[in-house]
């Protein structure tokens, strides 16, 4: 029993301090652990040898298990390993990776999509001309990872 649960308690027995010591409060209920179900315990064994005991595995999108809510997908660039994905999300279970489902885009990119990516790409720093590759080249493939950057461009890129 809580402290507002015991005082409610109290207050409908018109207590007084003298006779306090003569209320018993209820014993706290015990609060069982999420069981872990034949499921769950399958998705860990799967997950936590990832390629055969091989934490090494490295790959761009991630697949990260919690105990108590829906798992969540990361993606990386450049590719993380599972040892990496664990360690930046120590309260994670489990990690697999997984390939998503890409969505194709149905025109080509445009010239100014290309610059404005590009741009935004300079604003953030990123110098390294492997990843701006291959952030373009998701782009040319990916109608999704094309949203996401021509739409960071134009929050952060004045005029963009």
């Known amino acids: 029993m809580g402290l507002d649960a015991l005082l409610v308690r109290l207050k409908g027995r018109a207590v007084t301090p003298a006779t306090l010591d003569d ?3 209820e014993p706290a209920p015990v609060q069982a652990c ?3 179900t034949a499921v769950t315990s399958q ?3 799967d997950v936590v040898n990832v390629g055969a005991g091989d934490t090494a595995t490295a790959s761009r999108c991630w697949l990260i298990h919690y105990p108590e809510r829906d ?3 990361l993606t990386c660039c450049p590719e993380a390993t599972h040892a990496d994905i664990l360690a930046w999300h ?4 489990a990690a697999e990776p997984f390939e998503p489902i890409r969505r194709q885009p149905t025109d080509a990119m445009t010239a ?3 610059q404005a990516i590009r741009a935004w790409l300079a604003h953030i720093g990123e110098a390294d001309q492997e990843i701006i590759d291959d952030v373009l ?5 990916d109608a999704d990872a094309r949203d996401y950057f021509t739409g960071r461009a134009a929050a952060e890129l004045p005029g963009a």
């Open 137 to 141: 080249g998701q782009c040319q493939q």
């Open 71 to 73: 798992p969540v997908e």
């Open 112 to 114: 100014d999509e290309d």
């Open 23 to 25: 209320v018993t409060p």
């Open 90 to 93: 120590p309260d994670a279970v």
């Open 34 to 36: 999420t069981p872990v």
């Open 43 to 45: 998705i860990i064994n």
